[in-house]
């Protein structure tokens, strides 16, 4: 896996101060997409485990609330288990919540195993492409209306989307 970019601390992508990972490689091609370069599956550095562990090392600082995975698209991080590593790694190593952004719907992701297994490590999922004629810069933590903020666990307990009302 390829990274885009790490940002140490990060308030735009959830709520506080996070620690984000934005990956390489995306095959939606969103219209307006703010992130065009990091679409490439080379583009950026090459995921290590050094790389890991520093990154292991920033959410473990004690102002950072949790990690954001976006990118690029996480969810086509699907050819090794780098990143269900990396996120088996933060559950059983820093115990922060997860957030990750996906052009994939919830009602997609579930129907594929592996992207499936990905989301089941990670407590909130922002769901779908980033559609131009529906985009809302009032919006928090998404770009599009059409986009939902969802909680992972309790949509997977009611194999249903239960969208995360409060996300202070």
Same mark, same amino acid.
């Given at each position: 896996?390829?990274?885009? %970019?790490?940002?140490?601390?990060? +308030?735009?992508?959830?709520? =506080?101060?996070?620690?984000?990972?934005?990956?390489?490689?995306? +095959?939606?091609?969103?219209?307006?997409?703010?992130?065009?370069?990091?679409? #490439?599956?080379?583009?950026?550095?090459?995921?290590? @485990?050094?790389?890991?562990?520093?990154?292991?090392?920033?959410? $473990?600082?004690?102002?950072? /609330?949790?990690? +954001?995975?976006?990118?690029?698209?996480? $969810?086509?991080?699907?050819?090794?288990?780098?990143?269900?590593?990396?996120?088996?790694?933060?559950?059983?190593?820093? =115990? @922060?919540?997860?957030?990750?952004?996906?052009?994939?719907?919830? &009602? %997609?992701?579930?129907?594929?195993? /592996?992207?499936?297994?990905?989301?089941?490590?990670?407590?909130?999922?922002?769901?779908?492409?980033?559609?131009?004629?529906? #985009?809302?810069? @009032?919006?928090?933590?998404?770009?599009?209306?059409?986009?939902?903020?969802?909680?992972? %666990? /309790?949509?997977? +307990?009611?194999?249903?989307? %239960?969208? $995360? &009302?409060?996300? &202070?």
């Amino acid at each position: 896996m390829y990274y885009a %970019q790490i940002r140490k601390y990060d +308030t735009a992508n959830g709520p =506080g101060i996070r620690s984000s990972l934005f990956v390489s490689g995306c +095959t939606h091609r969103c219209l307006g997409c703010f992130n065009r370069e990091f679409m #490439k599956f080379n583009y950026g550095n090459l995921w290590t @485990k050094e790389v890991e562990d520093e990154f292991i090392k920033m959410v $473990l600082d004690s102002h950072v /609330k949790g990690v +954001t995975i976006l990118g690029g698209e996480p $969810l086509d991080q699907i050819e090794d288990d780098t990143l269900l590593n990396l996120l088996t790694r933060i559950n059983s190593e820093v =115990g @922060k919540n997860i957030w990750l952004y996906s052009g994939y719907t919830f &009602e %997609q992701i579930m129907v594929h195993e /592996k992207r499936k297994k990905i989301i089941s490590f990670c407590d909130v999922l922002v769901d779908g492409l980033f559609i131009q004629a529906e #985009k809302d810069l @009032k919006l928090r933590f998404r770009g599009s209306r059409n986009q939902r903020i969802i909680d992972v %666990q /309790k949509s997977i +307990t009611a194999n249903s989307v %239960q969208l $995360l &009302e409060n996300f &202070e």
